[in-house]
């Protein structure tokens, strides 16, 4: 029924991020955001979310333009939502942007993010194991969550 | 798909398409039952008319504002004039008109009509609510008819039907509604009658009144009952009615008028057509199988069935669960004109007695024995009050909500709360009082020395006309301190607070006033002649249950106030106990000085704070006085924060108390929790031209004093800055 969409306790930080990892694991792409010297430039990737939402993995080659970006300044944005190209999405839909910095995973670190990865996107193993591949995560500060069109909260994540 | 149809041709199959109400009429026909003539708009018309017009898609998006489980009924009925507002502003496609012209006209040409809902799902046996959806006797016209098909078609978002969306399995892509166009039959008497009594399946239950039916189904008209034996169609009882007005067409519309001396002491019914009524709800019962209730009247000798649905459980279930509470507040125009006599001349004047016979006691002077029992009786009479302001002062509150229908409805205006510019006054005791600040306000600004000595906090005792002008106020309106009454304990906070108005940086808001003579004249032009009078005593009624909304919260607000003052005076005595006692302790605890209060349960409340840090950046609520400002938050808890309050503030908090508006001259905007448009909160910010967003949920915790907000009352939303 429609109206039970939206029938769950924004302000209640357990709920929300409960809304989060059901929004996460829903959703298999993301707009990534970088900047080329103060030029925004955004791309759509494969994303994935580690269990406790602080890091979100993406793959990328190392010739792109986003790599390059973030080598240069690894200050990165990331938005996630369930939009659906219809009027509905104005009162439906949520989107989540994410900032943080962004980097290149290695070592056990990366194993444990892959593990994820492949998990949810099994047909990009060839394209993420290739040398040319990079790992990348972005280290999340702060979720801004957007629901029912305008309302808006705040997560800043903890060390 | 028909989009007309005719009520000979509504087969099975299409009862789909027309609705529980036009099937079932068709079924009458069609086995001889006299009917009025009727046409059926499909629920096809209704789909075409939302989704070609974008309504469907700003009714969720009005639906969705907020979760459903934190809206008040009151927002529930805002939400409801809102959505009605948009059917009566969206005119209907003219492809539909073309279609829908034709039929009607050939039918009914200029003949008077009513114009009924027939829902899908309403009127079947898993879900009948009666009377959530509307109808319109008496309509004239193609233009007229099909102006009211729209407000049929918005009346499936009425408040009584949000009320009950649930059950209603009301749904904004599903829900639709079809229409039936029935010849008006002006009946010289007219009712309802009951197959079944809900309270004694052996009886059937036939209720008359004189004139159009629409009277006692809108409550107006009283009606005489009898109960007539299933068995054997013995008449059984006859309740009488007091007889004195009946429901009449007039004007495009009805009208309520006085009947002859001779009708008053006639029942509208003799035994005979008694029984002729009650045959015809047996035989309706055998048509479908379960007994029916039945609407009827009588043209001449002739008896007609208006309309017929199953009475089910479900609708008697309906009446005990607490929303039947609320829609009993919904009163009608007679009624609500009694209920303003009564308030007025009875129930007010009786507060303000009850409030002034207390002073005789001091508190402070009471042994504490005695201090328990008068805490006990102050304590009783405050929450007789208050019983009585749920019993009156609430339900009078619907003066301003039935004046809003009839603005909206007549003069269409953009914005669906314009009709409140109309109802605003100066003469609002909270106002009155704020004004009597702002002149003590004024005279310390005129008066530095006035002002040191009210700084140098030893009073002002060089000053004897101001002395006097305070003391005047304290008499009148108390010291503020502990929101309401005579309770002076304390009369610093005032002194700081006409500091703060004589000293605020800008001159501050006004009151706004403006041109009411001309809103009144612009308002009343919209009516024919026939019905200025109406039109006036309407806004008379809607003006006083205006006013009314925020001084009687003054009034019980005193009567609050002495209990208290006498609360207060016990919490000060037990301060050295070692446990926490609360207030319905304190007079057992005031008696028996080895008084243990019960253990608190635990607070299972503890949210998951190890991942992260939680706050609200932007926070929706309803638009309730329009304009921006930016500023620090200030969360009222309690009284401190009150006495604290600084100019340019924004007040944040869960309901604003009339008592509590004296800070308003000094704020830049209001955020409450409570929400509604009709509320204190909204009143006095439209009153003081203040931007102000009600019903934003849990506003008091996810907003911290200090946080510096922009409060956008146009679009009702509150942005906290990082």
């Avoid at chain 1, 990366?110 to 099994?122: E, Q, R, T, V």
């Avoid at chain 2, 052996?202 to 009952?225: H, T």
């Avoid at chain 2, 495009?252 to 009650?278: D, H, K, M, Q, W």
């Avoid at chain 2, 830049?668 to 003081?688: D, F, K, P, S, T």
Wanted: hydrophobic share 40%; net charge negative.
């Amino acid at each position: 029924m429609d109206f039970e969409f939206r029938e769950v306790k924004v302000a209640d930080p357990r709920q929300i991020t409960l809304e989060l990892k059901a929004l996460f694991t829903s959703q298999g792409l993301a707009v990534l955001s970088t900047h080329d010297h103060g030029q925004p430039y955004c791309n759509l990737v494969a994303f994935a979310s580690s269990e406790d939402l602080k890091h979100l993995a993406f793959a990328t080659t190392r010739a792109t333009r986003k790599f390059t970006n973030i080598d240069e300044d690894p200050r990165a944005s990331m938005l996630i939502d369930n939009r659906s190209n219809r009027v509905a999405d104005f009162h439906e839909a949520m989107a989540v942007t994410a900032t943080g910095h962004a980097q290149e995973t290695i070592g056990p670190e990366k194993d444990g993010l892959l593990k994820l990865y492949l998990a949810k996107h099994p047909h990009l193993e060839d394209f993420v194991m290739s040398p040319s591949c990079a790992l990348m995560r972005l280290e999340v500060l702060r979720y801004y969550v957007v629901s029912r069109f305008q309302h808006v909260m705040v997560l800043t994540m903890k060390e | 798909m028909n989009i007309i149809i005719p009520l000979d041709s509504i087969a099975d199959a299409e009862a789909p398409e027309a609705g529980g109400k036009a099937f079932a009429l068709s079924r009458l026909f069609l086995s001889g039952i006299r009917v009025p003539q009727a046409l059926c708009i499909s629920r096809e018309a209704y789909e075409m008319y939302v989704r070609s017009t974008g309504l469907l898609e700003r009714i969720s998006l009005e639906l969705s504002r907020k979760d459903f489980r934190d809206m008040r009924w009151e927002e529930l009925w805002d939400s409801s004039l809102r959505i009605r507002s948009m059917f009566l502003n969206t005119a209907m496609p003219s492809a539909l008109v073309k279609r829908l012209r034709g039929p009607i006209e050939d039918l009914f040409g200029d003949r008077p009509v009513a114009v009924r809902s027939s829902a899908l799902g309403e009127d079947s046996t898993s879900a009948s609510f009666a009377g959530l959806h509307e109808s319109y006797l008496n309509v004239q016209g193609i233009y007229s008819i099909l102006d009211h098909i729209r407000l049929v078609w918005a009346s499936l978002w009425s408040d009584a039907a949000l009320l009950y969306r649930k059950e209603l399995e009301l749904d904004v892509h599903h829900s639709t509604m079809a229409v039936i166009i029935q010849e008006l039959i002006a009946g010289r008497k007219s009712g309802v009658v009951f197959g079944r009594s809900p309270v004694d399946e052996g009886r059937a239950v036939i209720e008359a009144i004189y004139g159009l039916n629409q009277g006692f189904v809108d409550g107006m008209v009283e009606p005489d009952r009898w109960s007539v034996a299933r068995a054997d169609a013995a008449i059984m009882s006859h309740e009488e009615a007091e007889r004195e007005r009946y429901m009449a067409p007039a004007a495009n519309g009805t009208s309520l008028e006085y009947l002859e001396p001779e009708a008053r002491l006639t029942p509208p019914l003799n035994p005979e057509e008694v029984l002729e009524v009650f045959r015809l709800a047996m035989k309706i019962e055998d048509l479908f199988g379960v007994p029916q209730d039945v609407e009827w009247t009588y043209e001449g000798k002739s008896l007609y069935a208006l309309q017929a649905r199953p009475i089910t459980a479900t609708a008697s279930r309906g009446l005990s669960d607490e929303r039947y509470l609320y829609r009993s507040l919904t009163r009608s125009f007679e009624n609500l004109k009694k209920l303003k006599t009564r308030i007025e001349d009875e129930l007010i004047p009786e507060m303000e007695k009850a409030a002034d016979a207390f002073p005789s006691a001091d508190p402070a002077h009471l042994g504490n024995d005695e201090l328990a029992e008068e805490i006990l009786e102050r304590s009783a009479t405050y929450k007789a009050w208050e019983r009585a302001y749920w019993k009156y002062f609430i339900p009078f509150a619907h003066g301003m909500r039935l004046f809003g229908r009839v603005y909206n409805d007549t003069l269409r205006p953009h914005d669906p709360y314009e009709f409140m510019d109309l109802l605003r006054s100066s003469s609002m005791l909270s106002i009155e009082r704020n004004t009597q600040l702002e002149r003590l306000a004024a005279q310390v600004k005129q008066s530095p020395g006035l002002a040191a000595a009210l700084r140098e906090a030893n009073g002002a005792s060089a000053f004897p006309a101001f002395e006097e002008a305070l003391s005047r106020f304290i008499r009148t309106f108390g010291d503020l301190s502990c929101y309401s009454a005579r309770c002076i304990r304390d009369d610093s906070l005032i002194r700081a607070l006409v500091l703060k108005l004589a000293f605020r940086p800008s001159s501050g808001v006004q009151a706004r006033k403006q041109g009411m003579e001309d809103l009144e004249e612009y308002y009343l032009s919209f009516f024919p002649d026939v019905h200025k009078s109406f039109a006036r005593e309407l806004l008379d009624l809607a003006r006083a249950s205006y006013r009314l909304r925020d001084d009687d919260n003054i009034y019980l607000g005193r009567i609050r106030g002495h209990w208290e003052a006498a609360l207060e005076e016990g919490k000060k005595r037990l301060t050295g106990r070692p446990i926490r006692i609360s207030d319905e302790d304190i007079p057992r605890a005031l008696k028996d000085p080895g008084f243990e209060p019960p253990p608190e349960t635990e607070n299972l409340g503890e949210t998951d704070k190890t991942l992260v840090m939680m706050r609200a950046r932007q926070l929706v609520g309803q638009p309730a006085g329009s304009g921006i400002a930016t500023g620090t938050a200030r969360v009222i808890a309690g009284e401190k924060d009150l006495s604290g309050f600084m100019a340019g503030e924004i007040i944040v908090c869960d309901a604003l108390d009339p008592n509590m508006t004296f800070i308003i001259p000094l704020a830049a905007g209001i955020v409450e929790r409570r929400g509604g448009m009709l509320i204190h909160g909204a009143i006095i910010a439209r009153e003081y031209g203040l931007p102000c967003v009600t019903g934003v949920p849990e506003a008091v915790t996810l907003i911290r004093t200090g946080d510096v907000l922009t409060v956008d009352g146009y679009l009702g939303i509150v942005v906290i800055s990082d």
